[in-house]
């Protein structure tokens, strides 16, 4: 189906497990993006990337990685999980240029015990 | 620092009445302000989004201004329904491919 999904939907691991969660879009949209959304945070940005192989940390890289070797996938890695990274994940792409709205998967919930 | 505040972040009012929903931000130099809606469990749907040269945007019930001097937008819905209740964000771009949201107003319909 065309349109920008993530998997897993839900996902519980151990504090220092590593973790990829997985976001991948069919419109091949320049950008993507990896948020977190907190209660009382609003959604903070992880990540994002402007093409293949071009990324830049956001407002929270800290204890993330990204990698982008096909424009249509974005993973995002938790290299060693901690309980503060237990959060909802969001990815979103967008056509190039500021005019355009971003478009959203449904999100990842993670829990690390 | 750019910020983006929604006040209040819960409103309640009856099926039918019209509401407004207020956004703030502490930069006046953007190009573009987005209104959001999130269903629970849910990713984030597009509702409204204003270029910094307009001063309103209207879809349907849904109309959304824009006052970049007083650093304000606001999301005005007409004849509320059940189906509208669900937490709306307000986004900004302030020109750096990075969108800054807000916490959202949490709106619940009341039938």
């Known amino acids: 189906d065309a349109g920008i999904t993530q998997s897993p939907r839900y996902k519980i691991t151990e504090t220092g497990r590593q973790v990829t969660l997985m976001c991948h879009q069919t419109?091949?949209?320049?950008?993507m993006f990896w948020y977190r959304q907190d209660l009382g945070h609003g959604l903070r940005l992880i990540y994002y990337?402007?093409?293949?192989?071009?990324?830049d940390k956001g407002e929270v890289p800290d204890g993330y990685v990204v990698s982008r070797s096909k424009t249509e996938n974005f993973p995002l890695t938790l290299e060693s999980a901690t309980r503060s990274q237990t959060s909802v994940y969001f990815c979103?792409?967008?056509?190039?240029?500021?005019?355009?709205?971003?478009?959203f998967g449904p999100g990842t919930r993670l829990t690390v015990l | 620092k750019q910020e983006v505040t929604q006040i209040p972040a819960a409103l309640s009012v009856p099926e039918g009445e019209n509401l407004v929903l207020n956004c703030s931000f502490t930069?006046?130099?953007?190009?573009?302000l987005q209104w959001f809606r999130q269903d629970p469990g849910k990713g984030l749907t597009s509702l409204l989004l204003?270029?910094?040269?307009?001063r309103e945007q209207t879809s349907g019930r849904l109309n959304a201004s824009l006052d970049k001097s007083s650093g304000r937008s606001t999301l005005y819905i007409a004849a509320s329904q059940p189906g509208d209740s669900a937490t709306y964000l307000c986004?900004?771009?302030?020109?750096?491919?990075?969108?800054?949201f807000g916490t959202g107003t949490r709106l619940t319909i009341i039938p």
């Open positions: 979103a792409s967008k056509r190039e240029g500021t005019s355009d709205t971003q478009y």
């Open positions: 419109w091949s949209h320049s950008y």
């Open positions: 990337s402007a093409a293949a192989d071009i990324t």
């Open positions: 930069d006046s130099a953007i190009y573009n």
């Open positions: 204003i270029q910094s040269s307009q």
């Open positions: 986004a900004v771009y302030f020109g750096n491919e990075k969108l800054t």
